[in-house]
Antibody, heavy 121, light 106 residues
Framework: EVQLLESGGGFVQPGGSLRLSCTAS????????MGWVRQAPGKGLEWVSA????????FYAESVKGRFAISRDNSKNTVSLQINNLRGEDTAMYFC??????????????WGQGTLVTVSS | IQVTQSPSSLSASVGDRVTITCRAS??????LNWYQQKPGKAPKLLIY???TLQSGVPSRFIGSESGTDFTLTITSLQPEDFAIYYC?????????FGQGTKVEVK
């Protein structure tokens, strides 16, 4: 059974940093790209970032490029999202998701339950 | 690439045929997916590549495309189908979601 468990969310002041993590199980982790999608309270889904199976390709939404960094550790079945210089508009539930292939350009077929990031002074 | 989803909400009854549309700003070569999200839950993949039903998804969900227009049809709405539906393009490396369509009880 595929499982994705996010952690690392919390309350942070503007300008601060957080590192979100997602631990995966139930599938050959290195064979699949992983990504992050966020959802501000009461709003729609926003694709944030993705990373290929072996980590050689990374992709970012324009709104986060330069502030967010995605990485993965295939020896630990984890994918992380480093979030820097946090802004109020970064307040959201952050979902970790598994892609259907290794490339980093496929749909997400499994999702975690999310970790909440709140940015406020 | 922009994807414009419509309507933003609709009211329907159990048994109704429901149609949701996404229009892309350019050709997606069929790389358009549909997700369902229920309150407090993660999204669920329903259809990928415009018309391929994800494993385990009921056959009442049908996806189609015509040029840059993509449609999700629920042929006979069931009680468990009241939710928010999102389209997502995976043609470009920077994937984008539509704005969402809330399907409510009439």
């Amino acid at each position: 059974e595929v499982q994705l468990l996010e952690s690392g969310g919390g309350f942070v002041q503007p300008g601060g940093s957080l590192r979100l993590s997602c631990t995966a199980s139930g599938f050959p982790f290195r064979s699949y790209a992983m990504g992050w999608v966020r959802q501000a309270p009461g709003k729609g889904l926003e694709w944030v970032s993705a990373i290929s199976g072996i980590g050689d390709k990374t992709f970012y939404a324009e709104s986060v490029k330069g502030r967010f960094a995605i990485s993965r550790d295939n020896s630990k079945n984890t994918v992380s999202l480093q979030i820097n210089n946090l802004r109020g508009e970064d307040t959201a539930m952050y979902f970790c998701a598994k892609e259907m292939d290794s490339d980093g350009t496929f749909p997400f077929d499994y999702w975690g339950q999310g970790t909440l990031v709140t940015v406020s002074s | 690439i922009q994807v414009t989803q419509s309507p933003s909400s609709l009211s329907a009854s159990v048994g109704d045929r429901v149609t949701i549309t996404c229009r892309a700003s350019q050709s997606l070569s069929g790389y358009l997916n549909w997700y369902q999200q229920k309150p407090g839950k993660a999204p669920k993949l329903l259809i990928y590549d415009a018309s391929t039903l994800q494993s385990g998804v009921p056959s009442r969900f049908i996806g189609s495309e015509s040029g840059t227009d993509f449609t999700l049809t629920i042929t006979s709405l069931q009680p468990e189908d009241f939710a928010i539906y999102y389209c997502q393009q995976t043609f470009s490396a920077r994937r984008t979601f539509g704005q969402g369509t809330k399907v409510e009880v009439k």
